[in-house]
């Protein structure tokens, strides 16, 4: 998930391209199943949204190809989140009422995802994200169990974070959070583990969004004399708050989630600020099966290897378990259909990478189907565990040191 400026660039305008379109898989007939990509084009999540949303076409191509789920082809209508909450509203509103998708897949970012369920929630639908927030795993968010989460859980990002500190030997870490679901989430998991360990987090600070200057937090966690500043942030917050670090000269580390530091952060304040920055992002299951197929759908697509968007590989996932649990129940009523989806995505039947695969192997038995994005097993709330990159930027790149399993 790690993009250039100008490959951000051309993934906002190619994906902007697409959420023109109406309707981006065109199946023939009527009978067509209808799924709504909801992804965030533009915004904050833009540098991944394009690939997202192009992961899920490519994953009903291969649905399609393969004669469809459940007898009927694949339709993908997009539309772009543009990482905002209300502009998801109104997209996902548009999806349900006007072109009657019977799943949305997609959504990134805690906010957006949080005020997109209760839509999908009335509609008896699924939604199907890749967003932290532990509120989107229990009543009321996911009192229904129509939310399906495909990346880690804010407080297992924590408990990442916190294998990392004592991997690295940090002794006084503090916590920095941005106002939010996904922010406090993140630092208030990392809290948790790093208690569970035996050690104390030295300060904790909340701060606003959109401020010119975060000085006074960022002074009052300095106060405090840490080793090391964990925290939930975004890429904008990020990067003032690094600069005004960088100009007091008070020598301290950063753990970082990746969608906060990544390569646009480098550009945006140089290698000599950001050196030595941990950061830390799930990463995609790479010695898979499914991870070949998508890394080869992704470089068709998008022109980079598939480990540079592990969102993409998500929502690649999103749609091929979709369409083997619509498969498996032989209908698109969704609530057979979500009654499905672990059977076909966790433990025990026959391993399968593909849709092709499983659709041939679900004639014999029960599937297993294993993820390009992870392992893909659901638990009781329809969350999964990936695993962890700790990538450490030396000289204005991003290396991967070592995996994190939790």
């Given at each position: ?328 129940a032989g209908t698109s009523d969704m609530a057979a259909v979500v009654a499905k989806l672990r059977e076909v995505g966790n433990p025990d039947g026959k391993q ?55």
């Open positions: 998930m790690k993009t250039t400026r100008r490959e951000f660039l051309g993934s906002v305008a190619a994906g902007a391209a697409l959420v023109a379109a109406p309707s981006i898989v065109r199946a023939q007939g009527a009978d067509a199943i209808r799924i709504g990509a909801l992804c965030p084009v533009t915004g904050v999540g833009g540098p991944y949204g394009s690939g997202m949303q192009k992961m899920i076409v490519a994953a009903a191509e291969a649905v399609n190809a393969a004669g469809g789920a459940g007898g009927r082809k694949i339709e993908i209508v997009a539309e772009d989140t543009q990482t905002n909450p209300q502009a998801a509203v109104l997209a996902a509103k548009k999806l349900i009422e006007v072109n009657k998708v019977q799943a949305i897949l997609g959504t990134w970012s805690s906010g957006v995802s949080l005020a997109v369920i209760p839509l999908t929630n009335d509609a008896g639908i699924p939604l199907m994200h890749c967003s932290g927030a532990p509120a989107l795993s229990v009543p009321p968010a996911n009192a229904k169990g129509l939310g399906f989460r495909f990346q880690a859980t804010n407080d297992r990002f924590g408990r990442a974070f916190a294998e990392i500190c004592e991997k690295e030997g940090f002794n006084r870490p503090a916590t920095m959070a941005f106002n939010n679901a996904s922010g406090i989430g993140n630092t208030e998991g990392f809290t948790k583990a790093w208690k569970a360990k035996g050690g104390e987090v030295v300060e904790s600070v909340v701060y606003e969004p959109n401020q010119a200057s975060y000085r006074s937090e960022l002074m009052k966690v300095l106060a405090a004399n840490p080793d090391v500043i964990v925290t939930g942030s975004y890429i904008a917050d990020t990067t003032i708050i690094l600069r005004e670090w960088f100009q007091t000269g008070q020598p301290v580390k950063w753990i970082i989630p990746g969608w906060a530091a990544n390569p646009q952060l480098v550009e945006a304040l140089g290698a000599e600020v950001t050196e030595g920055i941990i950061s830390v992002d799930s990463v995609s299951n790479e010695g898979a099966e499914a991870f070949k197929a998508y890394d080869a759908a992704y470089q068709k697509a998008m022109g980079q290897a598939g480990t540079n968007n592990v969102y993409a590989a998500m929502t690649w996932d999103m749609m091929t378990v979709l369409a083997l649990a619509i498969e498996a399968v990478s593909s849709f092709a695969e499983g659709k041939e192997a679900l004639k014999a038995g029960k599937i297993n189907y294993e993820g390009a994005s992870s392992v893909l097993d659901f638990d009781q709330h329809g969350d999964v565990t990936p695993d962890f990159g700790a990538y450490f930027i030396e000289g204005g790149k991003l290396n991967r040191r070592y995996v994190v399993k939790i």
